[in-house]
Nanobody, 124 residues
Framework: QAQPVESGGGLVQTGGSLRLSCAAS????????TGWFRQAPGKEREFVAV???????TYADSVEGRFTISRDNAKNTVYLQMNSLKPEDTAVYYC??????????????????WGQGTQVTVSS
């Protein structure tokens, strides 16, 4: 699987927006089901959103309606647009890929390749 590389994290105020990007390292086609997860200090890694190669999506209840996952296959990039951010969204956000083809997994153990993570901090 292609090694994901995240970018786009940062510090934002409550109610603000950020867009995270996830691209494949090197000249690798990023044709995998791709998910976003996050991990806050002292908490387990949790599912955020996942997207298939064709654009089907699933979201965690906590971000439904505020976050949008999308992909540009021509650019080998998956995005996570985060709007109406809350302090509880503060975490390290990870991009991950899975070889699953027939369903959209939401558990971390289903994903075999992970990026290094990017910090998102939402100030109150």
């Amino acid at each position: 699987q292609a090694q994901p590389v995240e970018s786009g994290g940062g510090l934002v105020q409550t109610g603000g927006s950020l867009r995270l990007s996830c691209a494949a390292s090197g000249r690798t086609t990023f044709n995998y089901v791709t998910g976003w997860f996050r991990q806050a200090p002292g908490k387990e890694r949790e599912f955020v959103a996942v997207i298939s190669w064709g654009g089907s999506t699933t979201y965690a209840d906590s971000v439904e309606g505020r976050f949008t996952i999308s992909r540009d296959n021509a650019k080998n990039t998956v995005y996570l647009q985060m709007n109406s951010l809350k302090p509880e969204d503060t975490a390290v956000y990870y991009c991950a890929t899975t070889s699953a083809k027939t369903y959209l997994p939401t558990k971390p153990e289903a994903f075999g390749s992970w990026g290094q993570g990017t910090q998102v901090t939402v100030s109150s």
